[in-house]
């Protein structure tokens, strides 16, 4: 049913793939190891009923992305055919078919006035194509046949039973039955055009097999589909069509989507011209391949000239050299495994491109594409060296030829022991190769280990992906390594991969390089856990990674691998370990992202200026923020490897400024800090603590200690120093004659997503840079708040600062690179449009609340994985802000309301689960009135920002709502867009009102 192939030890058999949901897309029926050999699109699937596929894998099938096939009412079998020219028919079969698509007949290389019976409406003829479908139904008659004699011959079960074996064709004898237009006489005798004269098998026992297949499947009905624009062409014996179907030319149909490099990796693209491909290689240094040529399956160093017409498969850095000294051209350079005896060998085979396998010697027959006396000549072989006496010199060929070495007595053979053979010879060659004992490629097929070529594929695919993985990290590349890791663990090589991945780590000088590695260490860790062992996010302080985070924490990145590689060994033999080893990986990287935004803290400067007067308060008041558009783009490390930009707007709310912090020093060399939060709006809790020993800072990168971010901030600021020789009370005796009294509040809920937290920090920095006698500037602060937030390992971006800490509308940006800096530009919006916005924005507090440090860890993975839909939501979040700043400046609330619509999505897809659904079911109730609504801050928060078609919509609102069963209590609030911003002032010393 098929052919020998040269090029590939892939089966030639037909494939049958039954398909059990009618609605499942079935993309390939069947491959190859190199390339997709029958292709069925999703389109052509379509809607077909239960049954089975059959197709032949000799053949390279293309279908447009359009083609489809109408199902409707089918049952019975159905071809595909694609057009073909009447003179291309005349080698090929053809289907004759009426105006219904019902199949008449097959005719096989018949002449051409047959042939034109065939011709449609567009001038071409439907060619036979090798796929076949049948109905379910169908296939079960053709089955039943396989017991019936002298059918069951076809089979093993006949073939057990002593019968003689006899081979049908899908074509002239099981589909030609089904057709129409063909009598049972001209069938079982066998006298229909193309119809095969079974000369080499019993004439009687080929009629009964016809007699049966007719009995069983004459009824059947047989449609043809015919796709336009669809084509194929058999996988033959040259050496020029296999190359051919490999690259990139005019005539083939998807050249358009031709991919020139898979899965390789190579070191100087440039070398590679249009119209060549490499497949599964790893090319390094100077490799050029011209058009037209394949290289699949090596792994060479360059420099190497290939020009156009070569294939090259198998080859690894050894055969390079052997290469380095011939200029390639129009020759097949291939590299085999066999097995001889079971002793495993690797042979190499030369031919050239427009060689005739069988074409004998004496005749046309060629060898490098010169006639074989040209061989002769120049080589000193001679006939006897290739050929027996006993054989016929009409069947003397290529294909038959003893050129290729196997074994020698003495020395080892490699891929020069052919290559002499395109000249000119060296000394001692002729003799070593005569020695050699040679096969032909007739008896080396025979010997092909399938098994070993297949696990060496494997083995290069690996290789040159770990190639391609230092490369995409080293490189900041965007190509998700996810897919390449999965499939990794599957096939047993992850050892190796953790191998690479602790050198790139190592090695790296950039600290987001490393983390990104660590992540894709956590994430082979955790597929080798296959689903099992828990959740992935979690706790990641277990004392045994201790010391490979403490080298971290050092900045000693290659001592911290070191240690995190010997702790990982322990961690490897079941589930629910390697999960929670993949846990404590993610957690090194959030060492190496603090350490990567830290080089934003170059960027803070500050100037000493009059210290206060003990007693007198620096009092530091903030609006809170509305982020419109772009969040998440200002979250490390997305902002450093993507480039965020966000826009903010800072608002009153209900006509305050809900966030504040003051601050005073004292005579007691000690630290007494109050912090107040809720408010208003939820039960008010007031944390009081005096810190009088170094120890009592220590808890102070534990973000739920009690009083954890007014701690950090006396660190971040320099005013204490926690690896110190001297004791607190020192230290602040020495610099400041006594101690602070520190006091915030915020009137927010916590995790509102207004920002609070962030701008908090803000303004207990500004307040005790103050206090101890220094100024700063806003951009100062910004990047202050950075630093502080990674002391207090809460890992936050920068747009809440940037929206609370300046004033009014303005957009955020930061350029992928580090160090990490944000640069602030106010928008600037049409007069009177402040106004505006403060009529028709609205906050409604939901009473949910979705803290972003419980998605944080989801979002990261995703980021660091680069998967498509995230990096894709990365782009749209940035642009999306930079339209929204544009709504803005042009006035325009019906846009603006558009990206915040968008802006909500965008969310969504950066961290599903963000929205509760009882906020879905307020905001479907609102969507009537408003021109955009989002929830407030990059986790969901707690606060839904709503953009009102009509002014002062309070109201009405409230009344929408109170209408919507199940939404719980809300309440809907004010809002005012703060053109002034944060307010620093020095107070009187008596401040007893402060106080209260």
Known sequence: MGRDFLFDDCSRAFTCLPIEDPAAPIEALTCNLDSLLATLT????????????????????SMPASAEIDWVGFRGARVIAVPGSISYARKHGVYLANAQGVVQDILYQCPEDQIQQCMGLDGKVPLVCGVVFFSAETAEQLLATHVVPPLDACTYLGLDSGAP????????????????????EAFVKGQSPGMGSGDTQNASVIKNARSVLWKALHTVPLTMAYIPGGSYSYMSMSSSDHILHLTAHDGMAHSQSFCKVAHSDVAEPQ???????????????????????????????????????????????????????????????????????NIPCKVFTLSGRHDNWQSPAEENG??????????????????QDLWSSDTLSSRCCLLNARLFPVLHASELLGLGDIMWLLGPPGAGQLQRWRTSWRMSWEELRTCLDQEKELASRKDLFFLQAQSKIRKVLTGHSGCSLLPLIRSAVIEGYQEALLKTLDEVASTASDPGVAARTLACIADVLACMAKGEGGLRSGPAANKAWAPAFQQLEKGNISEGMKELAKE?????????????????????????????VMSSCQFISVQPVELPTVGRWVLVECPARID?????????????????AVVDVAILVDGHRPIGAQARRIAEPELRLVSASGGGLEGEVVVKLVCRHLEDLQDHCQPHAPGALLKAAFICTQIVTLHSQRTLQEQLEECFGGGFELRTWSHLPHGSGLGTSSILAGAVIAALYRVSGHSTSTESLIHAVLHLEQVLTTG??????????????KIGRSEARLPLKVEVEQIAVPEGFRCILNEHLLLLYTGKMRLARNLLQDVLRNWYARLPAIVQNANALVSNAEECARALQQGNLALLGKCMSNYRLQKKVMAPGCEPLVVQRMMEALQP????????????????????????????????????????????????????????????????????
């Open 271 to 341: 070398l590679l011209e249009e119209g060549c491909s490499v497949t599964n290689s790893l090319l390094e240094g100077a490799v050029s391949l011209g058009p037209g040529s394949a290289i699949q399956h090596c792994c060479l160093k360059g420099p190497l000239q290939i020009r156009s017409g070569c294939l090259l498969t198998g080859l690894d850095v050894a055969s390079s050299e052997d290469l380095k000294s011939h200029v390639l051209e129009d020759v097949v350079v291939q590299g085999h495994a066999i097995k001889l005896r």
């Open 628 to 644: 419109l558009s772009g969040g998440w783009s200002d979250t490390p490390p997305i902002t450093y490897e993507h480039g965020g």
């Open 42 to 61: 999703y389109q052509v699937c379509k809607g077909s009923p239960p049954g089975v596929w059959v197709c032949s894998t000799d053949m390279l099938l």
């Open 929 to 996: 009135h408003v021109y955009g609504q989002s929830l407030a801050g990059a986790g969901g928060g707690g606060f839904l920002c709503i953009l009102t078609k009509q002014p002062r919509m309070q109201e009405a609102l409230q009344r929408v709502l109170a209408k919507t069963e199940g939404l719980g209590n809300f309440s809907i609030h004010t809002v005012e867009v703060d053109a002034a911003g944060f307010q620093m002032q020095l107070l009187e010393e008596d401040l007893s009102s402060v106080e209260q």
């Open 568 to 596: 990982r060994k322990k961690w490897l033999s079941r589930p629910v370990l390697l999960v929670r080893a993949a846990r404590h990986y993610e957690g090194a990287e959030q060492i190496l992202i603090r350490q990567a």
């Open 796 to 809: 936050g971006g920068w747009q809440d600062q940037v929206g609370g800490l300046v004033p009014g509308l």
């Open 165 to 184: 074996p006899i081979q049908l064709s899908l074509f002239f004898d099981i589909l030609l039955c089904m057709a129409q237009g063909v009598a049972e």
């Open 366 to 383: 060629t060898y490098l594409n010169m006639p074989w006396e040209e061989l002769f000549r120049r080589t000193g072989i001679r006939n």
